[in-house]
């Protein structure tokens, strides 16, 4: 089966940086594909180029991203507004500020069932709570009058995806949907989404900075780090065998990791340093932070490898998969 | 979700790479069974039992009513509007025909409460007569240019770049020139009446409008709920017009007010400097005729120029009241 997202060679660039480069990856109809990184990593600047929002400043160089086979950097504005809300939606990160706090929550679900599927005004408002119920409002009927300030984060998170999924998209982005909220909420919303996507058979891009979230609700993993893909997996084996340095970075600074981890049992082991910046370092970017840096890594960028079937690293130091115990890795 | 033990991770993970997607029964979702929202939802059901706030609308009209001096205002202001429509039918004759002996001072005929002018002009029937053509002209000048600032700033606002550049030197032309000298010449290379009175008074008070609303849009304009409604797909013109200019209202809505005031006390001018409609008898036209009497019959430009000052504090007042109950900065913590 074709790819319902197929992004070849993507590059973001700005006057005077580049952070997002080269990225490649698809996605197939009614997948979770979780991509992962730090702040700066060209998460969020690689979903706005799907949605071709980007800020002003910045510029797709090169690359491409076919949805549908169709290359959406060659629609004109017209045609990728008409695809906007209607085939590809998004979820934002802050549900306290992405709802307009002047109208009425029941309006913008029907706003933009208005705007892509012509409906009436009435037929509108009718579906709009089905919306609310199908993204498990109590009393919607009551609800759809409320303004979005009289709504609890969680509540108003499930309110932009009511929004999101009114039209039935067949790619869902979810710009780290829960990390505004508190954490019992979060795995809520997230099963809201998982259960959204297999109801409307949508795929799903999930950018997260939570490895758990990676765990529980994805299908394929992709971790950038400085703007470039340093591994794709499924994630058993992402969690079972990190090949990259950053992975096992990642992994290995992630809260208890050990059972009955106290903060009193030592320090969490840390990347050192900080992101580099994506602008004019030569050779590996994770290079300055990485514990095996060799000379070589300075030489160039390395390239993506295929260790095993469904994976891609690039770092050139990683030993064959067999002969790496992860759990001596991780001492576990 | 990131204190979960990255061992149960690893299953997690690894149950969910086996387990093919398969449709999963929907959660009941119908209102019958409300057991689920306590499950799914313990925070919408917290949210739902708890007292329903007023909202937006209902809480600024709550603020604007408790406050006496927009009370006042608001109430003198609607005297004003029912003498306006009333006038006709207490004066029915032009108010600018001679009905009796001139220099009558108030009280000293019952016929003429208020006096007459040195003309023999009724001064009670001037002043109702003359407060329908301030506030037709204050209301339309208002209207004209708030609606003609409000499409220039929100476009300059809004989209930014050139079009701003261009809108923007657009509105310094006019800032740049005194306004009150402006609007003489205006109304000087046309012909003096209601209209061009007017449309020369929305000419020169757009622009403080337009800078306003710009202001407001390239504020707003940043938001996130912008964002969203680009990433719904929305066209330009319902951004600007549904999502955002709602939002811009308040401060808008606010200089409204203060703009109606400041018409009025610009036709008042023109009519004293004798550029107003000569045939409308009007506040300003009564104490430009009789400022040259002010030492002997001074109540001829008192009681006009009276009615200017309450119809102005009025809307002064109001503009207040709104300030106070529209502005976020304040409303916050009441």
């Known amino acids: 089966m074709a790819p319902l997202l197929q992004v070849d060679n993507l590059t973001i660039r700005f006057p005077r940086a580049e952070p997002v480069r080269d990225l490649s990856f698809d996605i197939g109809q009614g997948e979770t594909l979780a991509i992962v990184g730090e702040s700066g990593s060209g998460k969020s600047l690689t979903a706005l180029a799907l949605m071709q929002l980007l800020p002003r400043a910045a510029k797709v160089a090169s690359g491409r991203i076919a949805f549908g086979g169709r290359d959406l950097l060659k629609l004109d504005a017209r045609e990728m507004r008409h695809l906007r809300g209607r085939d590809i939606a998004m979820i934002f990160q802050e549900p306290m500020t992405s709802l307009n706090p002047v109208m009425t929550i029941g309006r913008q679900i029907a706003e933009v069932l208005k705007v892509h599927e012509r409906l009436s005004g009435r037929a509108a408002s009718e579906r709009a709570v089905e919306l609310l119920k199908l993204v498990r409002i109590p009393a919607p009927e009551k609800r759809v009058d409320d303004y979005p300030h009289q709504l609890s984060g969680g509540m108003r998170q499930r309110v932009m995806i009511a929004i999101a999924v009114a039209c039935k998209p067949k790619l869902l982005i979810a710009d780290e949907p829960t990390t505004a909220l508190d954490v019992t909420i979060q795995a809520q919303v997230l099963d809201l989404l998982d259960t959204l996507r297999r109801e409307l058979q949508m795929a799903v891009v999930l950018i997260t900075h939570d490895l758990g979230v990676v765990a529980q609700w994805a299908d394929k993993v992709v971790v950038m780090y400085a703007g470039r893909k340093v591994e794709q997996a499924l994630p058993g084996d992402l969690f079972n065998n990190p090949l990259h340095p950053y992975t096992r970075g990642l992994l290995a600074a992630s809260p208890r990791l050990k059972n009955d981890f106290h903060y009193r049992d030592g320090a969490l082991s840390e990347i050192p340093g900080s992101i580099v910046s994506a602008a004019g370092e030569a050779g590996c970017p994770f290079r300055p932070r990485c514990a095996q840096a060799r000379a070589s890594c300075g030489h160039h960028v390395p390239q993506l490898t295929v260790p095993a079937p469904d994976r891609l690293v690039a770092c050139p130091f990683t030993s064959p998969i067999k002969a790496v115990p992860h759990a001596a890795a991780l001492s576990l | ?334």
């Open chain 2, 1 to 334: 979700m990131s204190t979960t033990d990255i061992g149960t991770l690893r299953g997690v993970a690894a149950e969910r790479q086996i387990a093919p997607i398969e449709a999963e029964p929907v959660a009941p979702s119908s209102p019958a069974d409300p057991a689920w929202s306590n499950m799914k939802a313990p925070d919408a059901r917290s949210q739902s039992s708890s007292a329903v706030a007023v909202t937006n609308g209902r809480r600024a009209l709550k603020v604007f009513l408790s406050n006496p001096n927009a009370l006042f205002g608001t109430g003198f202001l609607a005297l004003v509007i029912i003498i306006a429509f009333i006038a006709p039918i207490l004066y029915p004759d032009d108010p600018l025909s001679m009905v009796g002996r001139p220099f009558l001072w108030p009280g000293q005929n019952p016929d003429f409460p208020l006096g007459t002018d040195s003309l023999g002009r009724d001064v009670l029937a001037g002043i109702l007569h003359g407060s329908r053509i301030s506030l037709f002209v204050g209301l339309t000048a208002t209207a004209l240019g708030l609606t003609f600032g409000v499409l220039v700033g929100s476009v300059a606002g809004y989209f930014g770049g050139w079009i701003d550049d261009a809108l923007v030197r657009l509105i310094e032309i006019f800032q740049t020139l005194p306004s009150f000298v402006l609007l003489v010449v205006l109304v000087a290379i046309a012909q003096p009446s209601a209209t061009t009175v007017t449309l020369a008074i929305a000419v020169i008070s757009w622009p403080t409008v337009a800078r306003l609303t710009r202001a407001e849009f390239r504020a707003i304009r940043e938001k996130d709920f912008v964002m969203a409604a680009r990433s719904l797909g929305y066209g330009h013109m319902r951004i600007i017009f549904r999502e955002i200019l709602p939002n811009a209202l308040p401060p808008i809505i606010v200089t409204s007010s203060v703009m109606v005031a400041t018409a009025i006390l610009m036709e008042s001018a023109l009519s004293f400097m004798g550029l107003g409609d000569p045939n409308v008898v009007s506040w300003g036209s009564m104490i430009g005729t009789g400022r040259e009497l002010v030492r002997t019959a001074w109540y001829l430009t008192a009681l006009p120029g009276l009615a200017i000052v309450f119809t102005v504090l009025a809307l002064n007042l109001i503009g207040d009241g709104l300030n106070d109950a529209l502005n976020p900065r304040f409303s916050q913590d009441r």
